[in-house]
């Protein structure tokens, strides 16, 4: 069985707690793959421009006295990503294979050192052929395993992270039914296989309905970037999901230009630093 559920606004595997005044998701019970047991999905729901005042301060700035305490639960101490594009249609290939290997080696993944993270690599992304434009979170599953049967993906490990990137036009269904750029902008999760853990991402194209919604920048390419690292930075603290909270959590959306380990600058989301006691980067 899995558990879909609401992180509070983007959604360590750091069980984490807050304790400042803000309200854990709940769960409801939705059926799983019989062969795999999956995690609870988190996602990064949809803003429709009213910001709820309950589940973020004024987009930058962290509820006043908030803080996280850390529990029990893994992390990826140095992630490896391995991005998957859905088809050859999938935009901002290029942007996104150049991301995943310098955000995780740059200055951004230092501020995790406080988690227990370290700096991570990146590989240039799987190009897939699915044409499938309606999607479920167990297809994907089903396609993930297919590539690591084929070996078109290399098996997962502890380190592995694979964020599956779609094209225009294709919805995805969470496990709890909700939808692709309607509810949600993108979520991760982890299922198991063959005693393995698989830690993936589900990122959809952020035009269309996720245009505005998933982000504020005037570039879509941006928004996908912002989107791409909180999903990033939430996985490799809470890979199993262990937290009511993650870190993005508590600064609501807020966007940063970093430079990268590449020295090229991209837009990336912010966390919460139990250490600076605010949303970083500043």
Not at 223 to 240: I, K
Request: contains cysteine; hydrophobic residues 40%.
């Amino acid at each position: 069985m899995s558990n879909a559920r609401w992180s509070p606004v983007l959604p360590l595997s750091l069980a984490l707690v807050l304790s400042a005044c803000l309200a854990g998701s709940g769960s409801d019970a939705v059926g799983a793959d019989p062969e795999v047991a999956a995690a609870p999905v988190r996602m990064l729901p949809l803003r429709d421009g009213a910001v709820d005042a309950v589940r973020v301060a004024p987009v930058d700035e962290a509820v006043l006295g908030a803080s996280l305490t850390g529990a029990s639960g893994p992390v990826i101490a140095h992630v490896v990503v391995h991005p998957v594009y859905w088809n050859s249609t999938t935009q901002f290939q290029s942007n996104l294979n150049a991301f995943y290997q310098a955000i995780p080696n740059s200055t951004y993944f230092d501020l995790l050192a406080q988690y227990g993270v370290g700096r991570g690599t990146g590989v240039n992304g799987v190009v897939d052929n699915r044409t499938t434009v309606s999607v479920t979170d167990a297809a994907i599953h089903s396609e993930l395993n297919r590539m690591f049967s084929a070996g078109i993906l290399p098996l997962p490990n502890a380190s592995n992270y694979y964020p599956v990137h779609f094209p225009p036009g294709v919805t995805i269904t969470a496990p709890d039914g909700s939808r692709s750029c309607v509810q949600f902008c993108a979520y991760h999760s982890s299922y198991v296989v063959n005693g393995v853990n698989v830690f993936y991402g589900v990122i959809p194209d952020q035009g269309g309905g996720c245009a505005g919604g998933c982000g504020a920048n005037a570039q879509r390419v941006n928004n996908l970037d912002a989107v791409s690292s909180a999903e990033l930075v939430d996985t490799v603290t809470d890979p199993l999901h262990t937290s009511a909270t993650e870190i993005t959590d508590l600064c609501g959306g807020a966007q940063v230009s970093v430079v990268g380990g590449d020295s090229a600058t991209y837009v990336v989301a912010k966390f919460f630093s139990n250490a600076a006691g605010r949303c970083v980067p500043p």
